[in-house]
């Protein structure tokens, strides 16, 4: 995640090395923003195994696009609204 808030900003970078050693509510944020993706990324795996199972094969095909497509607007809005927007502050 460091890439898209420091964007190559040294004085950027500098701050994200200081926060990083010291205070808690940016590490909190920060593992709150890993913690979002990590629960997305395996409720898609989840849903695409119970859908695999459950499903016609010729409906999850394209099911399985609609999942993914999901799960990354998901990953995308939600992280970034209680994690990547505490921590740019």
Same mark, same amino acid.
């Given at each position: 995640? #460091?890439?898209?808030? *420091?964007? !190559?900003? +040294?004085?950027?970078g500098?701050?994200?090395? @200081?926060?990083?050693?010291?205070?808690?509510?940016?590490?909190?944020a920060?593992? #709150?923003f890993s913690a *979002?993706? !990590?629960? +997305?990324?395996?409720?898609?795996?989840v849903? @695409?195994?119970?859908?695999?199972?459950?499903?016609?094969?010729d409906?999850?095909?394209?099911?399985g696009t *609609?999942?993914?497509? +999901?799960?990354?607007?998901?990953?995308f809005l939600?992280p970034?609204?209680?994690?990547a927007?505490?921590?740019?502050?």
């Open positions: 995640m #460091r890439p898209w808030l *420091v964007k !190559g900003d +040294a004085a950027k500098a701050a994200w090395q @200081r926060l990083s050693v010291e205070p808690v509510a940016f590490r909190r920060e593992t #709150r *979002v993706w !990590g629960a +997305a990324l395996l409720g898609e795996c849903v @695409r195994t119970v859908g695999a199972y459950t499903v016609p094969v409906t999850m095909v394209w099911l *609609v999942i993914m497509v +999901a799960t990354l607007v998901f990953a939600v970034g609204r209680v994690g927007v505490p921590m740019e502050r």
